[in-house]
């Protein structure tokens, strides 16, 4: 039988493969049954700050005036504690020991100590009066807290003794702030004025402002500091190079009433929440990712310090949804895959398939001439 010669060519082009990592998907995110808080439905959830170890977490319930503290094993909630009126937003400082309370309505911050959940309150300049405790966020090293007043600036606080050591005037209606990780500069959402301004936090500065389409809302930075996400309310996301304070286009996103902004703990993912869903951002690409489905209103993500749990306030329906995170899972096993050859798949497909045939055929070739010779020099 003849043996049948199959160009070289062929045979490379048939089966060369390459390797092919399948990426792996987003963060696995586990929503849990809405927990409702307050005296009604409309009791209003926004602020949640969760202490140091992840054992407690508080929220703000701008209509009930009161910050409610929750075990977050179990969902209960297990002290209520009087604030300001219009509490918003709260933040906790990094040893455990205190939490600050901007309140909207009174213009006030209140100061929790958390052993025993005592308060005192700091009234804010008033030249403006409504003064409008609208935000509050500690700068990185804890010595300082700023307080977003839209209808003025930054009022910025010695966190030491609570004495007002600067005010700063940004653009028109600023609505959130906050600091690269270095501590060495700030930014701040302005809505009205569709931009954000560059604060340097040591001198307390103005250094710069840059653009951000639509209604400016919420901004973080990653946590190294690489890169910034600014939310526009009416649904994209802004990313900006920190290095040089360059925004780039503008992530249109399915959803709307875009709020906070929230980097994950290692800095893969960025999670914004709007009315009922939150959008998810891979940050590496800025694609992106499945949003995921919580309540009405939702206006803030926050995350225990290991990034495994948290919660997202429902301001329209009166709760918040908690949420376990997990790593990513592992990327499956390398795929083999036709290498691009100029051929279509299924052209390769039945060459390999011809190929192998082939090969088969001039084996038996072989085997059969082989036993020929025997059987002559027997």
Same mark, same amino acid.
């Given at each position: 039988?003849?043996?049948? *010669?199959?160009?070289?060519?062929?045979?490379?082009?048939?089966?060369?493969?390459?390797?092919?990592?399948?990426?792996?998907?987003?963060?696995?995110?586990?929503?849990?049954?809405?927990?409702?808080?307050?005296?009604?439905?409309?009791? /209003?959830?926004?602020?949640? *700050?969760?202490n140091? %170890?992840?054992?407690?977490?508080?929220?703000?319930?701008?209509?009930?005036?009161?910050?409610?503290?929750?075990?977050?094993?179990?969902?209960?909630?297990?002290?209520?504690?009087?604030?300001?009126?219009?509490?918003?937003?709260?933040?906790?400082?990094?040893?455990?020991?205190?939490?600050?309370?901007?309140?909207?309505?009174?213009?006030?911050?209140?100061?929790?100590?958390?052993?025993?959940?005592?308060?005192?309150?700091?009234?804010?300049? %008033?030249?403006?009066?409504?003064?409008?405790?609208?935000?509050?966020?500690?700068?990185?090293?804890?010595?300082?807290?700023?307080?977003?007043?839209?209808?003025?600036?930054?009022?910025?606080?010695?966190?030491?003794?609570n004495?007002?050591?600067?005010?700063?005037?940004?653009?028109?209606?600023?609505?959130?702030?906050?600091?690269?990780?270095?501590?060495?500069?700030?930014?701040?959402?302005?809505?009205?004025?569709?931009?954000?301004?560059?604060?340097?936090? *040591?001198?307390?500065?103005?250094?710069?402002?840059?653009?951000?389409?639509?209604?400016?809302?919420?901004? %973080?930075?990653?946590?190294?500091?690489?890169?910034?996400?600014?939310?526009?309310?009416?649904?994209?996301?802004?990313?900006?190079?920190?290095a040089?304070?360059?925004?780039?286009?503008?992530?249109?996103?399915?959803?709307?009433?875009?709020?906070?902004?929230?980097?994950?703990?290692?800095?893969?993912? =960025?999670?914004?929440?709007?009315?009922?869903?939150? /959008?998810?951002?891979?940050?590496?690409?800025?694609?992106?990712?499945?949003p995921?489905?919580?309540? %009405?209103? =939702?206006?803030?993500?926050?995350?225990?310090?290991?990034?495994?749990?948290?919660?997202?306030s429902?301001?329209?329906?009166?709760?918040i949804?908690?949420?376990?995170?997990a790593?990513?899972?592992?990327?499956?096993?390398?795929?083999?895959?036709?290498?691009?050859?100029? =051929?279509?798949?299924?052209e390769?497909?039945?060459?390999?398939?011809?190929?192998?045939?082939?090969?088969?055929?001039?084996?038996?070739?072989?085997?059969?001439?082989?036993?020929?010779?025997?059987?002559?020099?027997?």
């Open positions: 039988m003849k043996i049948v *010669a199959v160009p070289l060519a062929i045979i490379g082009a048939a089966l060369s493969v390459t390797l092919t990592a399948v990426p792996a998907s987003a963060a696995v995110i586990s929503p849990g049954t809405p927990i409702p808080l307050g005296s009604s439905s409309n009791s /209003q959830p926004v602020g949640i *700050a969760f140091p %170890a992840g054992t407690r977490a508080y929220v703000t319930l701008t209509s009930d005036n009161v910050v409610d503290e929750i075990d977050p094993t179990t969902g209960a909630v297990v002290a209520t504690i009087p604030v300001g009126s219009g509490p918003l937003s709260i933040v906790i400082l990094p040893d455990g020991t205190k939490a600050y309370v901007s309140s909207y309505n009174d213009g006030a911050v209140t100061v929790i100590d958390l052993s025993d959940n005592s308060t005192t309150t700091i009234f804010l300049p %008033a030249p403006g009066f409504p003064a409008n405790g609208f935000f509050v966020a500690l700068t990185p090293d804890a010595g300082e807290f700023w307080v977003v007043d839209p209808t003025r600036g930054i009022d910025a606080y010695r966190v030491s003794d004495a007002l050591v600067a005010t700063i005037p940004v653009g028109a209606g600023p609505v959130a702030v906050a600091f690269d990780p270095t501590g060495t500069k700030a930014y701040v959402a302005d809505y009205a004025s569709a931009d954000a301004t560059i604060i340097d936090v *040591a001198t307390h500065s103005v250094t710069g402002t840059f653009p951000v389409p639509g209604v400016p809302y919420g901004v %973080a930075f990653s946590p190294d500091g690489a890169k910034a996400y600014v939310s526009d309310n009416g649904g994209t996301i802004t990313p900006v190079d920190v040089t304070d360059t925004p780039g286009p503008a992530i249109p996103t399915t959803g709307f009433g875009l709020e906070s902004v929230t980097f994950s703990p290692d800095g893969t993912r =960025a999670y914004v929440p709007g009315d009922g869903a939150m /959008q998810v951002v891979d940050v590496s690409s800025d694609a992106l990712l499945t995921i489905p919580v309540g %009405a209103g =939702a206006r803030l993500l926050a995350m225990t310090a290991t990034g495994t749990f948290g919660y997202v429902n301001t329209v329906d009166g709760t949804t908690p949420l376990s995170f790593p990513d899972p592992p990327a499956p096993a390398p795929a083999a895959t036709l290498a691009a050859t100029g =051929a279509s798949t299924a390769l497909v039945t060459m390999a398939s011809l190929v192998v045939g082939l090969l088969g055929a001039g084996v038996l070739a072989v085997m059969a001439s082989s036993r020929h010779r025997r059987r002559g020099l027997a």
